[in-house]
């Protein structure tokens, strides 16, 4: 047995033992749904922006801005970097809902505004995006154990689901928070050796030259970000759950932090796509770049997956058990017992069911990697929640401005969803707008936001116009003494 097989295994013994030194021992039902401390506190300023960023830096993500920075240079990591401005957005967003509207939820101020069948679609749509979140990053992790499908992939996926699980079932939102304070500083640790090792030669040997057509459409993927941060971070619980837990000030304050951590470190390590490409590698720039460096650095790309993975994950079971436990239901009194309970089945349930993705690599060549690179589509799936989001302060905004916003919105990524899976053209080419891999999602997106907007726009007109028209109900009756 070599240690190319041990080497992962002691990283994630290591990984285990130091994350549940940050584990609580015990919590209560306050503590499991809103992280409050033993003393009934809310989460600081600083704990709750180290949480929030180390749930954004997802092990897809470091792969993804690696790859993106390996194939268009500065231009595909700043893309990627752009969509970290979903923390200014939601931010600000939920700052003004809270402290004008006094909701205590997303799920509050859409019942209020849109009415309960919104809310419920809109939390299918979170539901959908919640399993996604699961099998992607197991996946990343499991990758670096073994060939996808083979014995030790399987094992670390399922070692990395049962831990993440055993203490996400336990300690809920603290122990969460606390983990994720605790991952943060690791992998900041990780990512300065990593660039400590890189950048010298990266220096020597210059920035890599990028061909004009490919910086264009390292650009378009840049407005493809610009267009989707405006609806994307909302139908991501484990980033708004966190907009609820501190005091609004305080909560935009950890927003704010949060998008300089996340959206720097994800910035910085588009540098490993740029070494690759200097350096003429091949395939995967968290694999390649690391393999070259030899086992010692490969062990601290495997840490780093881990850690960015596992936050994701257990960020993942705690926003499953508040949608299950009391969203579903929009309960806005305290938790009890019960909710506890549904939470935890809740999450049970989506650690199975949102791993099952993972078999679709049984499904063939062409289909399995068509139904995974199908869920990626979600971006565009939503892009109608911008106006339902930004635009509800409108007062004749209602029911019908949401679903003229949010149908156009589903189908639209539906469509694209499944020209990705069958391989087929149903968008017209003339609808790409830039140029590159990514100009005809950038067509997509901008048009299609465009119709969400004026769809929700429209719905504010009528009812504005039906409640104008309403004789107005007489305030009593005259004959009355």
């Not at 792969?63 to 500065?74: H, K």
């Not at 910086?215 to 759950?241: K, N």
């Not at 930004?390 to 694209?416: C, T």
């Not at 997106?445 to 009812?463: A, D, E, S």
Request: hydrophobic share 50%.
């Amino acid at each position: 047995m070599t240690w190319q097989f041990l080497a992962p295994w002691a990283v994630l013994a290591v990984y285990c033992i130091v994350t549940t030194l940050a584990i609580p021992r015990r919590v209560g039902v306050r503590q499991f749904f809103d992280g409050h401390s033993n003393q009934g506190a809310p989460p600081s300023v600083w704990l709750v922006a180290a949480s929030a960023a180390i749930t954004w830096i997802f092990a897809k993500s470091i792969v993804n801005v690696s790859d993106l920075s390996l194939a268009f240079g500065p231009t595909g990591a700043i893309g990627y970097t752009i969509y970290y401005l979903s923390f200014v957005v939601a931010g600000v967003t939920i700052y003004l809902l809270r402290v004008r509207g006094g909701y205590r939820s997303l799920m509050h101020y859409l019942v209020d505004k849109y009415g309960g069948l919104a809310a419920r679609l809109f939390l299918l749509v979170v539901g959908f995006r919640l399993l996604n979140e699961v099998w992607s990053n197991t996946k990343v992790m499991a990758l670096y154990f073994g060939p996808e499908g083979s014995t030790p992939y399987w094992l670390a996926a399922a070692a990395v689901t049962l831990y993440t699980l055993a203490y996400a079932w336990s300690g809920g939102m603290r122990a969460s928070l606390m983990t994720d304070r605790l991952q943060t500083l690791l992998i900041f640790i990780l990512l300065g050796i990593v660039l400590a090792v890189l950048l010298p030669g990266l220096q020597s040997h210059g920035l890599p030259p990028v061909p004009a057509d490919t910086t264009a459409a390292g650009v378009t993927f840049c407005l493809l970000a610009l267009v989707q941060i405006w609806s994307y971070p909302f139908h991501d619980p484990v980033l708004t759950d966190r907009g609820f837990l501190n005091p609004p000030r305080q909560m935009l304050q950890s927003f704010l932090l949060a998008a300089l951590l996340s959206g720097g470190f994800i910035l910085l390590f588009g540098l490993i796509g740029l070494y690759g490409r200097a350096f003429g590698l091949t395939g995967p720039a968290t694999v390649s770049v690391p393999a070259s460096f030899g086992l010692l650095m490969l062990m601290v790309f495997n840490g780093m997956m881990l850690l960015s993975g596992g936050s994701t994950i257990d960020s993942t079971f705690t926003s499953v058990a508040k949608l299950a436990a009391r969203d579903w239901r929009n309960a806005t009194d305290d938790p009890t017992r019960a909710h506890l309970l549904t939470g935890r089945l809740a999450v049970l349930a989506v650690a199975v069911v949102g791993n099952l993705p993972l078999l679709t690599i049984y499904l063939g060549d062409r289909i399995g990697p068509a139904v995974i690179a199908a869920t990626t589509i979600s971006g565009t799936m939503v892009i109608g929640l911008a106006p339902i989001f930004l635009l509800g302060w409108l007062r004749a905004a209602g029911p019908l401005s949401f679903h003229l916003a949010f149908w156009p919105g589903l189908g639209i990524g539906i469509v694209r969803a499944v020209e990705t899976f069958a391989k087929v053209s149903i968008f017209p080419p003339e609808l790409a707008v830039g140029s590159g891999r990514y100009a005809l999602d950038l067509g997509v997106n901008l048009y299609g936001l465009l119709i969400c907007t004026i769809g929700f726009l429209v719905g504010v007109v009528i009812t504005g116009a039906l409640v104008r028209g309403r004789p107005a109900e007489p305030v009593g009756d005259a004959s009355m003494p």
